[in-house]
């Protein structure tokens, strides 16, 4: 008797066990994972002590490449005929190492993905700003916020950005006239993709990452010509 009790109750243990394996098996995987992708750098050497650089991209423009770490390089296209000012800033930023070391810290998924404040949280910046170049503020800017258009990020002032840019990620053309977008994605958006597909938002409501993505290194390129200085505004 003893012995079926016990052969019963192994039998009940492994039907337990096979169930539990079975609930998780089905339950939905909410974490997102990065094995299958691999690093794609495009073929740029980001191995240099300097922040210039030959880029080899087909344009009279400036063009800055950024290797974000686990996934690889995106280019990016400066319009200095669009928003002068605010080009002049980037390119200051690239070249000082600004970017370096730096982080992407917010996501929306179908709108922005969101980088460059040293502090990692969405409050930091330069210190210093610029002169928002954008319609509503009294500048002429006529590049439309569609997939790809670099932008800068600001808060309610309009001469409030500083080092914070964004990529959009689908048409957004209700930013525009309120937001300098300045250039735009000309290489590497399968890496960008492959941020939105893999990261995790930390909350929804802001876009906040659950883990900020390193900028390992910034180039740029500025095509054997010559930009002015920033015209900072002092905080």
């Known amino acids: ?3 079926k009790k016990d052969i019963l109750f192994i039998v009940i243990a492994i039907i337990i066990i096979i ?4 609930a998780v ?3 939905p995987n909410k974490t997102k994972e990065n094995k299958n992708h691999k690093e794609d750098l495009l073929g740029i050497n980001y191995k240099t002590d300097s922040n210039e650089t030959k880029l080899d991209y087909d344009t009279n423009n400036p063009v800055v490449a950024m290797y974000i770490e686990e996934y690889g390089s995106i280019v990016m296209e400066l319009f200095p005929d ?3 000012n605010t080009v002049n800033n980037f390119i200051s930023l690239v070249k000082t190492g600004f970017y370096d070391n730096n982080t992407f810290h917010r996501l929306m998924p179908g709108f922005v993905l969101q980088g460059g404040d ?6 930091g910046g330069p210190e ?3 002169k928002g170049e954008f319609s509503s503020n009294g500048f002429q800017n006529k590049l439309s916020h569609t997939k790809g258009v670099i932008s800068m990020a600001r808060s309610t002032d309009k ?4 080092s914070q840019f964004f990529i959009v990620l689908e048409d957004s053309t209700d930013l525009d006239e309120q937001y300098a977008t ?3 994605v000309i290489d590497g958006w399968d890496n960008i993709e492959a941020i939105v597909k893999n990261e995790n938002i930390k909350d929804t409501q802001t876009g906040k990452l659950a883990r900020n993505l390193v900028i390992k290194k910034s180039l740029i390129d500025l095509k054997e010509k010559e930009y002015k200085e920033v015209e900072k505004i002092s905080k």
């Open 159 to 162: 001469d409030s950005a500083g």
């Open 25 to 27: 098996s089905i339950l």
């Open 19 to 22: 169930i539990c394996i079975l």
């Open 82 to 84: 669009v928003a002068p």
């Open 182 to 184: 300045f250039g735009r």
């Open 128 to 130: 210093y700003t610029i």
């Open 118 to 123: 040293p502090t990692g949280t969405g409050s």
């Open 1 to 3: 008797m003893k012995q």
